[in-house]
């Protein structure tokens, strides 16, 4: 068999069904409140395997005669048999622009899980076990369990003399939990009697509490998964890093040719995460790694723009 991959016989294409509800209050003549939920339903989501492996205990000897199909090439099998949930609350305030100022803040509280974290299994990570795909269910890769959006706008007014208006001063906030991540091992360590099966399998839970002690997470929480065993860890485990980031931008505009004319230049000055804020969004959770426990990949550091535009 010359084949890497293989589909399923009867593939459906997987959809999402959305449902929400929202109230929302006038609480004042500028303020207004929504309190919010939102449901999201995904099925037949793409799921990959290796199903043409050797079961764990096998002689390393024999594994290729033994396999379900014998002595074939390994290859990924996708099939459309994920499912997927995510329910989310929220609570906005919003400021309508009066007295030359605006704000909306937004805070979601959610939870996502799935056994697969993709729409046509783009990205998605190779199920462990073939055999046990319920193992696969647990948070979804993107999951967020909290996220606070801030985003104002601060003027002048334009009753001010002259070198006092059309200011604008506006900006954005973002504070946000991590994406989980999950313990893994590299190579074939799990895989050693004869799975056929080489590359990355999630590490053994030690029982341990994965948030406790210091550092990102519990580096004691996890191991090596016995010889010839797949590790018991749960996908998407490991709580990731929070972050947050600061965005702001100031400027004016001058009016050319007096009251009434359409024509004006604006001058801005742009930066985002304006305090420079180091974000970790991938901690190296290979057990046994050097970097084990370590910051692996940050976000983007501040950048500043200058922006001349004239408008007619």
Known sequence: MLNSAAVQKNYK???????????????TRSFFFEL????????????????????PGSSPQNSQQILPIANAEQFT????????????????????????MSFNAIYTFSKSIDD??????VGNVVAQNAFDLSAERG?????????????????????????????????SAV??????????????????????VVGSGRAEATGLPV??????????????????ELGDAGRNTIPGPWSWSLNTAFG???????????????????????????????????VGSVQYGLPATAGAMRTADVNIRFRF
């Open 252 to 286: 004016r505009y001058f009016t050319i040719g007096g009251e009434g004319s359409r024509k004006r230049i604006e001058l801005r000055f742009e930066t985002t995460n304006t305090l420079n804020h180091v974000n970790i969004t991938n901690i190296n959770t290979v």
């Open 36 to 55: 919010s939920y939102l449901g999201t339903k995904g099925t037949d989501l793409d799921t990959e395997t290796v199903p043409n492996r050797a079961a």
């Open 77 to 100: 099998y996708d099939s459309s048999w994920g499912n997927s949930i995510y329910h989310a609350g929220q609570v906005r305030l919003m400021r309508r622009f009066a007295r030359n």
């Open 175 to 196: 504070i946000e939990s991590g994406t989980p991540l999950t313990a893994r091992i590299l190579g074939n360590q799990s895989n050693a009697a004869g799975t056929g």
């Open 211 to 228: 948030t406790d002690g210091g550092g990102y997470f519990n580096l004691d929480a996890f191991t090596f998964p016995p010889l010839g």
């Open 139 to 171: 948070l979804s890769s993107f999951n967020r369990t909290h996220v606070l959006n801030l985003n104002y706008v601060l003027s002048t007014p334009t009753q001010a003399s002259w070198w006092k208006r059309n200011w604008t001063l506006s900006g």
């Open 13 to 27: 294409v997987g959809y999402a069904q959305s449902w929400s509800v929202s109230v929302q209050q006038n609480l």
């Open 116 to 121: 697969s974290s993709t729409f046509g299994g």
